[in-house]
């Protein structure tokens, strides 16, 4: 497809278990970003790539969070010993560089519940 | 600290009328002010952006208006339709030095279009 993909879309977990969430951003677009939006909120931000690196992962809660994105361009987020607050819908949204709007491109998100 | 504001969490108004939403940031850094527009279960699309250095960009039914002095922007949609009903987010973003944008979210004003 031509927009970002997100999978899965749902997620349901244990608490303490570990989860993978996967963004495959639009083709050609060199940054990446990782959001987290829990009810009632706004977008949150965890971490951005520009190419293959993490440009700014200041955003991530705490250590049990990492995201890669080894090749460029699909990126996964992973969080280890998942807790119940980690319940939210996480988006990943891409750019490409030097658009004149600044505009992202959001993914549907992938909603995790931890139980 | 929340840089972006938005304080009203819903607004509703009659079809054919004018939906104004507001927005406001603490950052004057900020290059690119952009509104999202957010249906349930699906990833933000984009609505409409403006530089930090104009004062109005207009695009169909919907214009933003920037107040820098203020930190102030709005959106405007005339007429509302009931398609606009939503949940919408005001964002700015900030040039960084590793070449990329890093954006900033407000936490949404659900607007519902009455027929």
């Known amino acids: 497809g031509a927009g970002v993909s997100q999978t899965p879309s749902n997620k349901v977990t244990e608490k303490g278990k570990y989860v993978e969430l996967r963004c495959d951003p639009i083709s050609g677009h060199t940054a990446l970003y990782w959001y987290r939006q829990s009810l009632g909120q706004g977008p949150e931000f965890l971490i951005y790539f520009q190419g293959t690196g993490a440009a700014d992962d200041s955003g991530l809660p705490n250590d049990r969070f990492f995201a890669v994105r080894p090749e460029g361009s699909v990126s996964t987020l992973k969080i280890q010993r998942t807790e119940r607050g980690d319940s939210a819908v996480y988006l990943c949204a891409s750019s490409p560089y030097g658009l004149d709007t600044g505009e992202l491109f959001f993914g549907e998100g992938s909603r995790l519940t931890v139980l | 600290d929340q840089q972006v504001k938005q304080n009203s969490p819903s607004l509703s108004v009659q079809e054919g009328r004018i939906s104004i939403l507001?927005?406001?940031?603490?950052n004057s850094m900020?290059?690119?002010?952009?509104?999202?527009k957010k249906y349930p279960a699906e990833?933000?699309?984009?609505?409409?952006s403006i530089s930090?250095?104009?004062?109005k960009n207009e695009d169909?039914?919907?214009?933003?208006?920037?107040?820098k002095s203020a930190k102030h922007l709005s959106l405007?949609?005339?007429?509302?339709?009931?398609g606009d009903s939503a949940v919408y987010f005001c964002a700015a973003s900030a040039w960084v030095?590793?070449?990329?944008y890093k954006y900033i979210f407000g936490t949404g004003?659900?607007?519902?279009?009455?027929a």
């Open chain 2, 22 to 26: 507001n927005c406001d940031y603490t």
């Open chain 2, 30 to 36: 900020f290059d690119y002010f952009l509104w999202y």
């Open chain 2, 43 to 48: 990833g933000p699309t984009f609505l409409i």
């Open chain 2, 52 to 55: 930090s250095i104009k004062d």
């Open chain 2, 60 to 67: 169909g039914r919907f214009t933003v208006f920037l107040n």
């Open chain 2, 76 to 82: 405007h949609i005339v007429p509302s339709q009931p």
């Open chain 2, 97 to 100: 030095a590793s070449g990329t």
């Open chain 2, 109 to 114: 004003t659900r607007l519902k279009v009455l």
